[in-house]
């Protein structure tokens, strides 16, 4: 049993929620059959929407890439299964509401099911028998993007620029987030993978120190990375270091502010200041198409609440719909109330069930009424008080109140003066408003108006 541990390491304002990863923390990762039909949606990743590269009717593979784009913000995207493309057509999207994804209806006799191969890295890993350029390519041609949230394409994170050099490479393994525990199980399961996956990071970004961050309240994920930095010999290279828990710890900006003490540029990007950031599941994954030579099909999925009957970590196939989880993990209760694609503060409630999971999909949580009104989510909106509550706990020191009411009278210059776009949408000011004001929500509205007018996002 690993030792409690305090950390002073934090960042100004933000909230402490009640955690509930005593749900799924014990839950080791369970593989996840692949269901019938998937549909692999062509925007999964910040940059250019790929184009689809088959045709209905056409045999897949697994592995096989169904869509990809020349331009250089972008990640190709692969069937997770053996089988038949029913068509191209629109999906339901969390965030667009709806957008085109390729169907794949999946050959079951053939389809074996692709497991995961943590067994494949141990203390000996040498990333020097891999040259910066495959690394690279490798991240490229696997469809890699940032599996904490983002989904920035990992190629463009760390391939070398001269013009923005880095030296410092962090890796995020705070899941400071509500429920959720698929990167905890990730670094207590697969903990060399996700080492193996840091290193060759490092070596691609030319990068010779690292720290990994991760939030007190997981001693043993920091026991077992801690362990596994002394056994490959790399103590004085990485540094596993714990920061205080406390959402949204887990955001970049806001970990380089615990770790370092600096302040990434409003509107800007941690290259910048010289960092690279790197979240634990997509250095597992990095890992496995550069050594394994797999591409990103598969991900793990905490599905948790207290309106599922199995709650737990599963590895599933990208593409697999929110009702094939539900049924896999035993149907849902009768208290069910709500769907979040996410966790309770930064997700998406959804309402269609055939939402597929995408590559930055890290969880499902099923709330009762019981939770949602205890999490006053459903109580009743009144004034604002003008408390200030809101400016306390932003960690970008600024004013939602204001973004807010700018949004809902329609003035998004008023709101684009007041900084909308530097919000990170962390639900901070919403969790606590007295009044019950959906801060969070108005600033998202706020967002998608803008980015519609500046025909950025489809209408």
Known sequence: MATEIKAKLTFPGGVHPPEYKEITEDCAIEVMPAPRQLAVLLGQHIGAICKPMVARRDKVRAGQVVGDSDAFVSAPLHSPVSGTVKEIALQSHPVLGRAPAVLIETDIQAEAGKQPCPDRFNKDFDERQYSCEKICESARRGG???????????????????????????????????????????????????????RLAARA??????????????????HAMQQAVDQSGQRGRIEVVPVRTKY??????????????????????????GLCVLNVATCAALAEAVVCDAPLTHRVVTVTGNAIVRPGNYYVPIGA?????????????????KVVLGGPMMGFAIADLSTPITKT???????????????????????CIRCGRCLTVCPENLNPTKIAHAVKK?????????YMSACIECGCCSYICPANIELTGYIKTGKILQARTKKKMPE
């Open 144 to 198: 890699l993007a940032g599996m904490g949230g983002a989904g920035f394409p990992t190629r463009v994170k760390i391939e070398p620029n001269p013009r923005l050099p880095k030296h410092l490479l962090i890796i995020n393994g705070c899941e400071c987030e509500p429920f959720i525990t698929c990167d905890y199980r990730l670094m207590l399961e697969w903990t060399w993978q996700v080492l193996a996956g840091i």
């Open 205 to 222: 970004a030319q990068i010779e120190q690292i720290k990994i961050g991760i939030e007190d309240n997981k001693p043993r994920a920091i």
């Open 248 to 273: 949204p710890q887990g955001g970049e900006r806001q970990l380089i502010r615990s770790l370092l003490g600096k302040n990434v540029p409003s509107g800007g990007i941690p290259p910048m200041i």
């Open 321 to 337: 719909a929110v009702a094939d989880l539900i049924d896999f993990c035993g149907g849902l209760t009768e208290r069910a109330a």
């Open 361 to 383: 999909s890290g969880a499902l949580t099923f709330l009762s009424q019981e939770m949602i009104t205890r999490a006053k989510y459903d109580r009743r909106v009144t004034p």
């Open 410 to 418: 329609n003035r998004l210059d008023l709101a684009d003066q007041y």
